[in-house]
């Protein structure tokens, strides 16, 4: 059953019905008006209906079912009936999503209301990389929510941990988030093993931002006669597939000449920060994080080689602010049935030598993770589906915010850019370009760029590659296992000295290419960058940071793991010290 939203701009949280207690844990998040799509979908979903939302990246999805969940978890409570009823044998709710990234956020999200609403409630999250011990300890309660991937649902399943009759009893309510992605991440089996264990009565919800089969099989699959929410274009025209608040923009240039436009991007100041910068291959982005050090730009590299605490943190820290350039991995998992098909067949070719690295499955950047104020949106290399570039666009322009993306197009990716702009075509609204060339880089501007390109492009060599690939694992799983404990007890702060932006090539970045000498620059590239600081600066960027710098907060600068190795040594040398002295 489709449903047409309505938008009522008056409409407020207390309109639609939803728990006081949860009204002010969002009051005190500095919310005040639903969305869209919470203003339609939480009155449907508290009714008990059945429900399919399709928003776009920003648009309030999370809570848009997290609200009302809770609402009626808080009203079980209130009646004798939640999970401290002795008739509870297993998890009430379930929020099942394609990556560890996106459970973890949601995760935080269901702490943090519970939190401000001071009420007791359960939530566990599972992941892959926990013991049996583990997901034994987190599912007895049991809990309330329970987040998690399909894959790790199916393992307490497989493993006996999660009883099927315990489901049956329990389960109200299933939550799909990111509905469309759960089967291209491989989920299908792991879903439907799971879901021949959900009772009837069960509310289920599917969360997407664009339709597709796999949704439709999904619905099939789960669902009883739903209502289908789709939100409507603002401006009545077309459903536009990328927001018309970001600008796209592209460049023309050879495979070899990319680092040297990117060079020319960043260290001219010609695009606003934060910067997410993706590559297709794991190689490709140490590649150009050390390149990029050779001109003093420090970058952190997000993927799926890191464990995941790291790759939390790096997350945290850039959405912090606390470094302005990410470079992101994405591997193209989003894809058609036919590349799936494909891609098998090239994997039973591959030797056992190019078989034996195994990446993290349940990993994904392309959907799901929330950056934030990211202003600007890079591809170093062009995804292979135009799909692809519409979900790496989505990291900018969230919830109506400026933003703005370039992409950098070789000869031999033109066949995928002409796609693109075919799909872009058949969506737009309006009159004008919708991906125009971009204005501010004139070719002398990146000619008087080119010899201290190329020579330090040249001194990144294989070799460079892999060992800064080893170097960066081997810190990431320091900080990662041996660090969690210290910091997580006894001192939160530390983890602040942990820079994932940290230099891996061993020789410092020559002075002479930290800064661009003003002789290189032409009028028409200083006037392009004093329009984009000046951008900045009324967007907030050029006032003081509202986080302190490292060097404020920890003058010192200590190493953490210098200072955790010695503290007791000087401990002890320093009580001797003053033992003498008293002598």
């Known amino acids: 059953m489709a449903k047409e939203i309505e938008l009522d701009e008056e409409q407020s949280f207390e309109d639609i019905g939803l ?96 939190e401000l609403c001071r009420v007791q409630l359960k939530v566990a999250q599972l992941t892959s990389s926990m013991s049996n011990t583990e997901l034994k300890q987190a599912l007895s309660g049991p809990p309330d929510v329970l987040v998690s991937t399909p894959a790790c649902v199916y393992k307490c399943l497989s493993g006996g941990l999660l009883q099927p ?40 919800l599917l969360m997407s931002a664009t339709s597709s089969d796999d949704v439709e099989k999904l619905k099939k699959l789960i669902l009883h006669n739903p209502y289908i929410l789709t939100l409507p274009e603002e401006d009545g025209g077309k459903d536009e597939i990328v927001p018309s608040s970001v600008d796209q923009y592209w460049i023309s240039c050879e495979a070899q000449d990319k680092f040297l436009y990117i060079v020319a991007l960043l260290k001219l ?17 140490f590649r150009l994080k050390l390149f990029l050090e050779k001109f003093s730009i420090k970058a952190a590299v997000l993927n799926a080689e890191l464990p995941q605490n790291s790759r939390l943190h790096i997350i945290e820290e850039f959405n912090a602010g606390l470094f302005d350039y990410l470079i992101a991995i994405d591997d193209g998992k989003t894809i058609t049935k036919e590349q799936e098909a494909a891609g098998k067949d090239a994997e039973v070719k591959k030797s056992k030598k190019q078989r034996k690295q195994k990446l993290d499955a349940e990993f994904g950047v392309v959907r799901g993770i929330d950056f934030k104020n990211v202003y600007t ?53 309006g009159e004008g370009d919708f991906i125009a060339p971009f204005p501010l880089l004139t070719k002398n501007a990146v000619e008087s760029l080119r010899y201290r390109a190329e020579d330090q492009q040249r001194s990144v060599t294989g070799i460079n590659v892999r060992e800064a690939r080893a170097q960066d694992i081997r810190n990431e799983i320091l900080n990662s296992e041996k660090l969690t404990a210290h910091f997580r007890a006894n001192n939160p702060r530390d983890l602040d000295l942990l820079k994932h932006d940290k230099i891996l090539s061993k020789k410092e970045p020559p002075s002479h290419l930290r800064d661009v000498p003003e002789y290189l620059l032409d009028a028409t590239t200083q006037e392009a960058s004093k329009i984009v600081k000046l951008a900045r600066a009324a967007m907030g960027n050029g006032k003081p940071s509202q986080y302190p710098s490292r060097k404020k907060r920890f003058k010192k600068n200590k190493d953490p793991l210098k200072a955790i190795s010695t503290k007791g040594f000087k401990q002890r040398n320093k009580m001797r010290g003053k033992g003498s002295k008293k002598e």
């Open 19 to 114: 728990d006081p207690r949860l009204i002010r844990a969002l009051t005190k998040k500095g919310l005040q008006t639903p969305t869209p799509i919470q203003r339609v979908a939480i009155p449907l979903i508290l009714e008990g209906k059945d429900v399919v939302a399709r928003a776009k990246t920003g648009s309030g999805k999370t809570f848009a079912y997290l609200l009302p969940l809770l609402h009626k978890l808080f009203s079980g409570l209130d009646s004798g009936s939640g999970s401290n009823s002795s008739n509870v044998s297993g998890p009430t709710a379930f929020v099942l999503v394609p990556t560890r990234e996106l459970s973890q956020q949601v995760y935080s999200e269901v702490m943090s209301l519970i």
């Open 165 to 204: 009759k315990a489901i049956q009893e329990s389960l109200s309510m299933l939550i799909l988030d990111e509905a469309d992605l759960l089967l291209s991440y491989g989920y299908e089996d792991d879903l439907r093993a799971f879901t021949a264990h959900v009772p009837r009565r069960c509310q289920c």
């Open 269 to 285: 100041d010609l695009v606003q920060k934060k910067v997410l910068l993706f590559t297709n291959t794991i190689d490709m982005g």
């Open 377 to 429: 949106v890079i591809n170093f290399q062009m995804p292979p589906t135009a799909a692809g570039y519409i979900h790496r666009i989505g990291r900018t322009g969230r919830a109506s915010n400026t933003g703005a993306s370039v992409s950098l197009v070789s000869p031999d990716e033109m066949e995928v850019f002409e796609e693109l702009k075919s799909t872009l075509a058949e969506h737009r609204s």
